[in-house]
């Protein structure tokens, strides 16, 4: 016994009713979703001179594209960029570098927003350099910190520079270190350095800064939690975010509870005790009595030698740094090593070897070759 088919009988059925109303016209064709016409203009490639003079003259457009040079994978912009780097090297260091860091949903972007307004008032130029994590599924970021920052963004006294985290830490760290040179020749003499949120990164931002801020909120559990974290050590200053309506009371509950456990770690060594204060960014409540601190700390440490002692540090440990992503970028860029290293991979995978063997292996050709 045989059947018909559905779709035959589908075929068939539209084969003998041309005439019928049940038929679907053909749409358009896919459109491109850039204009076919568009014809896109190249940009002249600027002269490491040129990039210098542009950043020294305070040219915002130019310092973006000399930051996109840093940024760049490209070994030949990476080379331009330390030449950049180099010619504006005797015109940074002039600035206050301020990491920020707290909890997600701590008011990151809001603070800065409402302190950034407040600090241009003072006549002071800002570079917000703001760290955004990027996927570890498809490597990319959203970069949206410009749009929660709407009003700083108009700003001719601030510049906002989002960069991705990219997954690399370390290199995040250095760019972001490179960067605030360049921001420093540009002629900011403040630069806040905001941080993905409690994590690894603030390790590596608060080798890069003169003063650790931490925002922390009341009302989200138990309010002593922060004291289990190493973060806390870190902090040079610690605020209590959104004080604000029904919130107020808890905020100074938090506050004096911050107080106290801070007094129980060692005394810091700059010599000052982190103070710990409320604010509303929304409000605008607060806001001068947390950079009247900003302010007393800084005054502080450099009256009494420790922000050059600071610095001094910090640049003997970015030399090593500097050192150790060099000898990484050379083992697994050599030609030699490449086609090795999948090789010994393949080997440890199917457990005909160790991991550590064929480490030693690799290394040992490596520097059989220098």
């Given at each position: 016994m045989s059947f018909t088919k559905i779709n035959h009988y589908e075929h068939e059925y539209i084969d003998h009713h041309h005439d019928s109303a049940l038929q679907v016209t053909e749409g358009v064709e896919d459109q491109p979703v850039v204009n076919p016409y568009l014809k896109r203009r190249k940009k002249r490639q600027l002269s490491t001179a040129e990039y210098i003079e542009g950043i020294l003259k305070g040219d915002i457009t130019i310092l973006s594209r000399a930051i996109t040079l840093i940024e760049s994978s490209n070994p030949a912009h990476y080379a331009q960029a330390q030449e950049i780097i180099e010619g504006c090297l005797p015109y940074a260091g002039k600035s206050i570098r301020i990491g920020?860091?707290?909890?997600?949903?701590?008011?990151?972007?809001?603070?800065?927003?409402?302190?950034g307004?407040?600090?241009?008032?003072?006549?002071?130029?800002?570079?917000?350099?703001?760290?955004?994590p990027s996927s570890e599924r498809s490597g990319g970021s959203i970069l949206g910190d410009k749009t929660r920052m709407t009003t700083i963004t108009t700003n001719p006294d601030i510049f906002v520079r989002p960069s991705p985290s990219a997954g690399s830490l370390g290199g995040v760290a250095r760019k972001t270190r490179e960067t605030i040179v360049l921001?420093?020749?540009?002629?900011?003499?403040v630069i806040f350095i905001e941080t993905v949120g409690v994590g690894q990164s603030e390790t590596a931002v608060h080798s890069m800064v003169d003063m650790f801020l931490l925002l922390q909120i009341s009302g989200a559990g138990d309010d002593l939690q922060g004291i289990k974290?190493?973060?806390?050590?870190?902090?040079?200053?610690?605020?209590?975010?959104?004080?604000?309506?029904?919130?107020?009371?808890?905020?100074?509950?938090?506050?004096?509870?911050?107080?106290?456990?801070?007094?129980?770690?060692?005394?810091?060594?700059?010599?000052?005790r982190p103070e710990v204060y409320c604010?509303?960014?929304?409000?605008e409540t607060g806001l001068e009595e947390v950079w009247?601190?900003?302010e007393n700390y800084i005054d502080h440490i450099q009256?009494?030698?420790y922000f050059r002692h600071n610095r001094n540090r910090q640049n003997k440990y970015w030399m090593y740094e500097t050192i150790n992503e060099a000898l990484k970028s050379s083992f697994y860029h050599n030609p030699t090593i490449e086609p090795l290293i999948a090789e010994m991979e393949a080997r440890v995978l199917e457990e005909?070897?160790?991991?550590?063997?064929?480490?030693h292996e690799l290394l040992d050709t490596y520097f059989a070759q220098k």
């Open positions: 920020i860091t707290g909890v997600p949903g701590a008011g990151k972007s809001t603070w800065i927003e409402a302190v307004n407040m600090v241009t008032r003072l006549k002071h130029k800002l570079a917000v350099l703001a760290i955004d921001c420093e020749a540009a002629g900011f003499d974290r190493g973060i806390m050590e870190m902090a040079d200053l610690m605020v209590i975010t959104k004080a604000d309506g029904e919130n107020i009371h808890k905020a100074e509950l938090a506050r004096v509870q911050y107080q106290g456990a801070l007094r129980l770690f060692p005394m810091p060594e700059s010599g000052m604010c509303s960014s929304v409000a009247k601190g900003v009256a009494n030698g005909k070897t160790s991991s550590f063997t064929a480490a």
